[in-house]
């Protein structure tokens, strides 16, 4: 059963720094685009960042770009997501996601991946 799990969540004051890990298993991933996207209470999932299954290539949404950095280690077919300079408005539920048909690159709407994590909770205080 192909899972992935997302690691590295937490409380952090505004200004700090996350590393979130997800983490592959039950197949490999390393043919598939992989993304980030967050969800905060009340709002819908939005895309974040996506990386291209070579990790040559990444996409960042602009609430982000210049703060967050995505990265992808296949030989342990693991996804980082590298969140600097956090902000308040950064709090939300974050979720890894892998499109294995890889329709349209970059992918930023949910629809196109296909598997995704449980999640996990990012607070940023102010």
């Known amino acids: 059963q192909a899972q992935l799990v997302e690691t590295g969540g937490g409380l952090v004051q505004a200004g700090g720094s996350l590393r979130l890990s997800c983490a592959a298993s039950g197949r490999t991933f390393s043919s598939s685009a992989m993304a980030w996207f967050r969800q905060a209470p009340g709002k819908e999932r939005e895309f974040i960042a996506g990386?291209?299954?070579?990790?040559?290539?990444?996409y960042y949404a602009d609430s982000v770009k210049g703060r967050f950095t995505i990265s992808r280690d296949s030989a342990r077919n693991t996804v980082y997501l590298q969140m600097n300079s956090l902000k308040p408005e950064d709090t939300a539920a974050y979720y890894c996601?892998?499109?294995?048909?890889?329709?349209?690159?970059?992918?930023?709407?949910?629809?196109?991946?296909?598997?995704w994590g449980q999640g996990t909770s990012v607070t940023v205080s102010s």
């Open positions: 996601a892998a499109d294995t048909a890889l329709t349209v690159w970059p992918a930023t709407r949910a629809a196109a991946y296909e598997y």
């Open positions: 990386i291209s299954r070579s990790g040559v290539s990444t």
